[in-house]
């Protein structure tokens, strides 16, 4: 239960996901005014999150609520996770690979029903670290105090010996809430600086948020990865 641990967001973390525009592509190409996606799939997204829709059922309502036949469900999805899993932050994931054997390592995600199969088959991200935690497996999303709750219970870590690493201000002042250090992803260089302060002992005891832990919130996006 001393043990020090890095656990990670993924999304805009350990992936590069910038917005695509692939949703008003699909509104101009169906003829919806803007927004029109947003506003028709809102709950399915949010059912998504937390576990409480099936992939089948998810592809059911794409096609029920934007009248898409299946072949145009199927390009839909796919342009939905092409987004969502965007690219993989190489330099960053080598670098936690570097880690392993000198401290815990985890994943904290928001995610969406299907994204472990997908990210496991693209990325190996179970082999890049020893437990991932996803939203929509725990039934909870951060910001909840539960959800960080539930990755240190399954890392076998006491909070306090652990720094989080995420896109988002508001996950970062839940992480220190929760009783965790907290760093908020900007890019590769200070996030490597941060995590060899942690590992090195530096910051231990050190109370509330540092300057570099706390920014603008990052974008959500559809479904929210945030």
């Not at 096609?63 to 969502?84: S, T």
């Not at 497996?137 to 960080?148: N, Q, S, T, V, Y």
Request: contains cysteine; proline residues 4%.
């Amino acid at each position: 239960m001393t043990a020090t641990c890095v656990i990670l967001d993924i999304g805009g973390v350990l992936e590069l996901t910038p917005e695509t525009g692939w949703v008003q592509r699909w509104e101009e190409r169906l003829g919806l005014p803007l927004g029109t996606v947003h506003e028709r799939m809102h709950d399915v997204w949010r059912a998504g999150s937390v576990g409480g829709i099936s992939e089948r059922e998810v592809n059911e309502q794409v096609a029920a609520r934007l009248g898409l036949d299946g072949p145009q469900v199927e390009a839909f999805m796919g342009d939905l996770w092409g987004e969502y899993l965007g690219a993989p932050n190489v330099e960053l994931i080598n670098y936690v690979r570097g880690l392993r054997g000198t401290c815990r390592l985890g994943i904290l995600s928001n995610s969406f029903v299907g994204a472990r199969e997908r990210e496991t088959a693209l990325y190996q991200f179970d082999e890049l670290v020893e437990q991932i935690v996803y939203s929509h497996e725990l039934g909870i999303e951060k910001p909840d105090l539960r959800a960080f709750e539930a990755v240190c219970a399954s890392l076998d870590v006491r909070p306090e010996s652990c720094l989080f690493i995420d896109d988002v201000a508001v996950n970062i002042e839940a992480a220190q809430a929760a009783g965790m250090q907290a760093h908020l992803f900007e890019d590769n260089a200070r996030t490597f600086r941060r995590i060899g302060a942690h590992l090195d002992g530096k910051l231990s005891g050190l109370g509330g948020p540092r300057s570099d832990d706390v920014g603008l919130a990052g974008l959500h996006r559809l479904p929210a990865r945030h």
